[in-house]
């Protein structure tokens, strides 16, 4: 079951916030996340393991919260290179990943 | 960049004929994956490896077959290519470390389908 992101499209001007979420059905047991620029592969962000657990990388962190089966990823002051498209991937007991459809973010002088 | 290469880059192809995708990692490991990502959709997983000769379907992985005889290359083929396998095709491996499993990208393959 693939999770689902929301938005699915945001507009920003250079120094706002946003927030992708990422909702799944199914429990739980990491959350992975992830930037694609246009025509480029997928990039790693960050995974995060355990519920409650929180991670920062640069003015990017994220949340897990194991109880409502569901991520958040929070770009503050956001900047022109964190324009792309953002995917969580969703870790199952099976091991495998998950990807939801995507969060197209867009970041405007 | 998880020393990830595939080949080729950009094909095009007709209805019918078969294809094959390949993708070669330089630093020995384990897993590897076949998605493709069509818009909408995200990354769908098509088949995963656990091991030389040791494969297994993902979600979407009718109208393909792999191989992988060797650690460092796994195959994907199109038996018979059809308009609706248009799409660009990535490889990922996983890497484990103590913040757990991470999944490295290729550089991706599009394949159009005429």
């Known amino acids: 079951q693939q999770p689902v992101q929301s938005p699915q499209a945001v507009i920003l001007r250079e120094g706002e916030d946003a927030v992708i979420n990422c909702s799944s059905s199914?429990?739980?047991?990491?959350v992975h996340w992830y930037r694609q620029k246009h025509g480029e592969a997928p990039v790693f962000l960050m995974i995060?393991?355990?519920?409650?657990e929180q991670k920062g990388h640069e003015k990017i962190s994220a949340s897990f919260n194991e109880k409502k089966q569901q991520s958040s990823l929070y770009l503050t002051a956001s900047q022109l290179s964190y324009s792309g498209t953002y995917f969580c991937?969703?870790?199952?007991?099976?091991?495998?990943?998950?990807f939801g459809q995507g969060t197209t973010l867009q970041v405007k002088p | 960049d998880a020393g990830i290469t595939q080949s080729p880059r950009h094909k095009v192809t007709e209805t019918g004929t078969p294809v094959t995708l390949r993708c070669h990692q330089t630093?020995?490991?384990?897993?590897m994956y076949w998605y493709r990502q069509d818009p909408g959709h995200g990354l769908r997983l098509i088949h995963y490896?656990?091991?030389?000769?040791?494969?297994d379907k993902g979600e979407v992985s009718d109208g393909y077959s792999v191989s992988r005889s060797k650690t460092e290359d796994f195959l994907l083929t199109l038996e018979s290519a059809t308009s609706s396998q248009t799409s660009v095709y990535f490889c990922?491996?996983?890497?484990?470390?103590?913040?757990?499993?991470?999944?490295?990208f290729g550089p991706g393959t599009r394949l159009l389908v005429l």
């Open positions: 990922a491996i996983s890497e484990w470390t103590s913040g757990g499993e991470t999944q490295y």
């Open positions: 199914k429990a739980l047991y990491s």
């Open positions: 995060l393991l355990k519920g409650g």
């Open positions: 991937g969703t870790g199952l007991n099976t091991g495998k990943l998950i």
């Open positions: 630093e020995n490991h384990r897993y």
């Open positions: 490896s656990y091991g030389v000769k040791d494969t």
